[in-house]
């Protein structure tokens, strides 16, 4: 059952969805938002594709195996700590660059960390969402 | 049983591996020897790096006087042992497995004795206990070999554990892990209170290991692994850990009473039971084994007195008994591996054509029986001179040696001589005695025995005497008297009734395998598993609400009583509520009781949100808007999950009884009273000073991030975040898991 206003709202909402996450997530150090809030967001647009075109569709339009998707957001978070062992600090001590770049500011781990974070929710929600939707529609 | 396994033949390039044990055994003896005059002359070489530096923890090693003494018996016997299990396992199919735990087992033997921190020393005792679980268990297509190494690794392992707990206590009394640094603490002990702890801690640590009573029983039950492991681990070397530990620690605990104490009566108890018990055995190994415990008990026994005497006379007696014990070992398991019979009743008359084997035995037992001029005579004259400067003891440590002597002359009898003479051969061998590799290695143990007792007074005795001044004395005692008549008198007196006692009982046994205390300890395993199996019947229902339940409920009266809610309560202070609280409260409250009395499912999810709406705008009314954001989207996700699993749900009604209800009731509230409060007393506390100072100040500082809630995420907090996101990670598997593990039993219906 798909509802035309739906399906065409969607098309439009998606990618704004989208990129607000991504603002929120880049911007989650100096203002509201970040890894968390953002692939929250990101992951309420698949869910409204997915209502509307149904599940086999968002999974298209993800490709990636969701479950890659929460794993590889671990293995950034995890993977941002180490360079600061090189420099013989603790695991996860936050690394900056020196100078600023145009635009995003000054760059550094913690942002890695906060992509992980972002892929890991983003990963999580949708593997939840598919596995009960496609639930649903194997019982229908 | 040796002659049950397949056997295969080797590659030039295989049977060239099969010597490396060997070569690297050789190559250790040879490195000890090079540095043993540095060691004699200059006194101990250290060699340490850094280890856990915060904790204080180094490996340090440090070869002194006793450390070289068995730097030196682990490696020259691990060189004759590595020959001998060539002839006897060279062609078992496993042979690379045995190898590994074999030299796996020798540097962890070395590194026990030459740690210089109690830590390492700790890692290497367990590594030690794991090893010989797999020398034991090493054919473990035999229910009895699995048995024997799982006790012998629950009975070590525990005492590891009991071990590990002592030199914490005592590294902490003393200020320092480190061996040498660490002084004697008796004193400190006895004023801190802990002293009976102490003691019997690393007192259970050495008595599993060494197997005294009451952990005698794993010793004799390892005999189910090859004789190369008896003769190495089960004789020489991982037995005397314990014996080890006690030298060491003597100079640190040695003026304890408790120390003292504990070590004489474990000691007299096991010379005493297993020298008699060792008469009730005719298997040749299980009767070398319970002598082995029973000369374990002597060294306790002697380290007891704690004098300088005495500690010369522990070394002296383990050194001969390590080369004439593991000699006798390797005898009984080429008997075995020629014959593949153990039993002393019927095997006989083989000195014919076993002439190297029945040389060893006979020179080895005779070492074990105490003539002169073997190793084992001039420890013996050593453990009488210690024994009658025992103090008010001397009677009784005198006696227990006596006896124990005597009986264990009956033993050299039995596992030595009887063997191979008396009536003709009593097996037909197609090949005899001419493996080298199984005759070579315990001649040279036992001729290493007879050279070692006549160079005792010439360059023996340095090393003797510098591992005596490393287990010092504490109670530094009278003179080590001349050997008076009366002492020689029991030496051979013992010798002579020892020797009648044996003509006299000749072949007679009553065979006594299941010992008391194996059957205890087959009861306490069976009890275990039953115990372990209702605990698990009785908490583990199967139910995810009588799980949360549970927690909950632990949840409230730990807040409630522990140090939670009263411990903040002092100070809160009360404010006047602003309009606008009050309104986002009414929301959050008018949604839950909502959602609780609803009739439809639908309205009572929607009712739900309601209730997140309400915390958002608390939220955003206190400036955490981004919490408030996150809250509103999950509060829209969990609707969307909400409506996918809506139709799988069963129609809304009354699921549990009158009383279920009310008692959820009653744990809903007060869990939802016990979290209020403990926040709104965290909130207002002005007895402490809030964490969130320190954030504020740091955050653009320290992090570059004006949003503190996200640099505490993401920055100082980010350990904490790694875990909860590994949490979610495995829960949304878990989600997966559940659902798709679900499908195929549907799919049937």
């Known amino acids: 059952?798909?509802?035309?206003?739906?399906?065409?709202?969607?098309?439009?909402?998606?990618?704004?969805?989208?990129?607000?996450?991504?603002?929120?997530?880049?911007?989650?150090?100096?203002?509201?938002?970040?890894?968390?809030?953002?692939?929250?967001?990101?992951?309420?647009?698949?869910?409204?594709?997915?209502?509307?075109?149904?599940?086999?569709?968002?999974?298209?339009?993800?490709?990636?195996?969701?479950?890659?998707?929460?794993?590889?957001?671990?293995?950034?978070?995890?993977?941002?700590?180490?360079?600061?062992?090189?420099?013989?600090?603790?695991?996860?001590?936050?690394?900056?660059?020196?100078?600023?770049?145009?635009?995003?500011?000054?760059?550094?781990?913690?942002?890695?960390?906060?992509?992980?974070?972002?892929?890991?929710?983003?990963?999580i929600t949708l593997t939840i969402l598919f596995t009960l939707a496609e639930e649903q529609q194997w019982k229908s | 049983m040796a002659a049950g396994h397949a056997h295969v033949e080797r590659g030039p390039l295989a049977r060239a591996a099969s010597l490396l044990p060997a070569i690297l055994a050789a190559l250790l003896t040879a490195w000890f020897a090079s540095i043993a005059p540095t060691v004699l002359r200059d006194g101990p070489v250290d060699f340490s790096w850094q280890w856990v530096a915060p904790l204080g923890i180094e490996a340090g090693f440090r070869i002194d006087g006793l450390g070289l003494l068995f730097g030196l018996l682990v490696s020259g016997i691990g060189l004759a042992v590595a020959i001998y299990t060539l002839g006897y396992l060279g062609s078992h199919p496993d042979l690379g497995r045995f190898h590994v735990a074999f030299v796996m087992f020798m540097l962890s033997m070395l590194g026990v004795v030459l740690a210089d921190d109690v830590i390492l020393l700790f890692v290497f005792w367990e590594l030690t206990s794991f090893s010989s679980f797999l020398l034991i268990g090493f054919e473990h297509d035999r229910p009895a070999a699995r048995r024997a190494a799982l006790q012998a690794l629950l009975v070590t392992g525990g005492g590891g554990l009991a071990l590990f707990a002592g030199l914490l206590l005592l590294g902490n009394v003393a200020g320092t892990y480190s061996i040498s640094e660490m002084g004697n603490v008796a004193g400190a002990l006895a004023a801190s209170g802990l002293a009976l702890p102490v003691v019997l801690l690393v007192g259970a640590g050495a008595m599993t290991k060494s197997a005294l009573v009451p952990?005698?029983?794993?010793?004799?039950?390892?005999?189910?692994?090859?004789?190369?492991?008896?003769?190495?681990?089960?004789?020489?070397?991982?037995?005397?850990?314990?014996?080890?530990?006690?030298?060491?620690?003597?100079?640190?605990?040695?003026?304890?009473?408790?120390?003292?104490?504990?070590?004489?009566?474990?000691?007299?108890?096991?010379?005493?039971f297993a020298a008699a018990g060792a008469l009730r055995q005719t298997d040749l190994k299980r009767i070398l084994a319970w002598s082995t415990v029973s000369s374990l008990g002597l060294m306790a026994l002697l380290l007891s007195i704690g004098t300088e005497a005495s500690g010369r006379a522990a070394i002296l007696f383990l050194v001969a008994h390590a080369f004439y014990k593991a000699a006798l070992f390797q005898v009984a398991g080429a008997i075995d591996h020629e014959l593949g019979a153990r039993d002393y009743r019927t095997v006989s008359g083989l000195a014919r054509p076993m002439p190297i084997l029945a040389a060893a035995a006979v020179v080895a037992a005779a070492s074990l029986i105490g003539l002169p001029p073997l190793a084992g005579a001039v420890a013996k004259d050593a453990v009488y001179a210690a024994t009658f400067g025992a103090g008010s003891f001397v009677m009784v440590i005198t006696g227990v040696v006596v006896v124990t002597s005597t009986l264990l002359v009956v033993v050299a009898f039995r596992a030595a001589f009887l063997p191979f003479f008396g009536r003709s051969p009593s097996?037909?061998?197609?090949?005899?005695?001419?493996?080298?590799?199984?005759?070579?290695?315990?001649?040279?143990?036992?001729?290493?025995?007879?050279?070692?007792?006549?160079?005792?007074?010439?360059?023996?005795d340095p090393f003797i005497s510098a591992a005596a001044t490393s287990i010092g004395g504490a109670i530094s005692s009278a003179d080590p008297s001349p050997l008076p008549a009366g002492k020689?008198?029991?030496?051979?007196?013992?010798?002579?009734?020892?020797?009648?006692?044996?003509?006299?009982?000749?072949?007679?046994?009553?065979?006594?395998?299941?010992?008391?205390?194996?059957?205890?300890?087959?009861?306490?395993?069976?009890?275990?598993?039953?115990?372990?199996?209702?605990?698990?019947?009785?908490?583990?229902?199967?139910?995810?609400?009588?799980?949360?339940?549970?927690?909950?409920?632990?949840?409230?009266?730990?807040?409630?009583?522990?140090?939670?809610?009263?411990?903040?309560?002092?100070?809160?202070?009360?404010?006047?509520?602003?309009?606008?609280?009050?309104?986002?409260?009414?929301?959050?409250?008018?949604?839950?009781?909502?959602?609780?009395?609803?009739?439809?499912?639908?309205?009572?999810?929607?009712?739900?949100?309601?209730?997140?709406?309400?915390?958002?705008?608390?939220?955003?009314?206190?400036?955490?808007?981004?919490?408030?954001?996150?809250?509103?989207?999950v509060d829209i996700l969990t609707v969307i999950f909400f409506m996918l699993a809506f139709q799988r749900l069963p129609q809304l009604g009354e699921?549990?009884?009158?009383?279920?209800?009310?008692?959820?009731?009653?744990?809903?509230?007060?869990?939802?009273?016990?979290?209020?409060?403990?926040?709104?007393?965290?909130?207002?506390?002005?007895?402490?000073?809030?964490?969130?100072?320190?954030?504020?100040?740091?955050?653009?500082?320290?992090?570059?991030?004006?949003?503190?809630?996200?640099?505490?995420?993401?920055?100082?907090?980010?350990?904490?975040?790694?875990?909860?996101?590994?949490?979610?990670?495995?829960?949304?598997?878990?989600?997966?898991?559940?659902?798709?593990?679900?499908?195929?039993?549907?799919?049937?219906?």
């Open chain 2, 215 to 272: 952990f005698h029983f794993w010793l004799p039950n390892a005999m189910e692994a090859p004789a190369p492991v008896s003769s190495y681990l089960h004789s020489a070397t991982m037995v005397k850990a314990g014996i080890y530990l006690i030298a060491r620690m003597n100079p640190h605990l040695g003026g304890l009473a408790e120390w003292s104490v504990l070590l004489m009566i474990a000691g007299s108890a096991t010379a005493l």
């Open chain 1, 1 to 123: 059952v798909t509802s035309l206003i739906l399906t065409t709202a969607t098309r439009l909402l998606l990618p704004i969805l989208l990129m607000f996450s991504l603002f929120l997530l880049l911007r989650g150090h100096n203002e509201p938002g970040g890894g968390f809030t953002g692939g929250l967001v990101a992951a309420s647009g698949f869910a409204l594709y997915a209502l509307a075109r149904g599940v086999g569709a968002a999974r298209r339009l993800v490709r990636a195996d969701t479950r890659i998707i929460t794993v590889a957001g671990l293995a950034t978070a995890l993977t941002s700590g180490i360079p600061a062992l090189f420099t013989g600090r603790p695991f996860l001590t936050g690394l900056w660059s020196p100078a600023g770049f145009p635009g995003a500011g000054k760059v550094g781990t913690p942002l890695m960390f906060d992509v992980g974070v972002y892929l890991l929710v983003i990963g």
């Open chain 2, 427 to 460: 097996h037909q061998l197609e090949h005899p005695g001419t493996v080298w590799a199984l005759n070579a290695p315990p001649l040279a143990l036992a001729l290493s025995g007879a050279l070692a007792g006549i160079f005792a007074t010439g360059w023996i």
């Open chain 2, 655 to 749: 699921f549990s009884g009158r009383f279920a209800r009310y008692r959820d009731a009653v744990l809903a509230t007060s869990f939802g009273l016990i979290i209020g409060l403990l926040t709104y007393f965290g909130m207002t506390s002005t007895t402490r000073s809030p964490i969130s100072t320190f954030f504020a100040e740091n955050s653009v500082a320290e992090a570059h991030g004006r949003n503190i809630v996200n640099v505490i995420l993401v920055d100082f907090r980010a350990l904490d975040t790694l875990g909860e996101i590994s949490v979610l990670g495995a829960a949304g598997l878990g989600v997966y898991a559940l659902l798709k593990l679900r499908r195929p039993s549907k799919e049937r219906t």
């Open chain 2, 488 to 633: 020689a008198w029991l030496g051979y007196g013992s010798i002579v009734i020892g020797s009648a006692l044996a003509l006299l009982l000749g072949r007679k046994t009553r065979d006594a395998r299941d010992a008391a205390a194996d059957r205890f300890w087959d009861a306490g395993i069976a009890g275990t598993l039953r115990s372990a199996t209702w605990l698990t019947d009785t908490i583990q229902s199967g139910y995810l609400r009588l799980y949360l339940s549970i927690i909950i409920a632990f949840t409230v009266v730990l807040l409630a009583i522990g140090a939670g809610v009263p411990a903040i309560a002092e100070g809160a202070r009360w404010s006047r509520p602003l309009l606008a609280d009050v309104s986002a409260l009414g929301l959050a409250v008018g949604g839950a009781l909502l959602a609780l009395f609803a009739r439809s499912r639908l309205v009572a999810v929607i009712a739900l949100s309601a209730v997140g709406v309400g915390a958002s705008l608390f939220y955003m009314l206190h400036g955490a808007p981004d919490v408030a954001m996150t809250q509103i989207l």
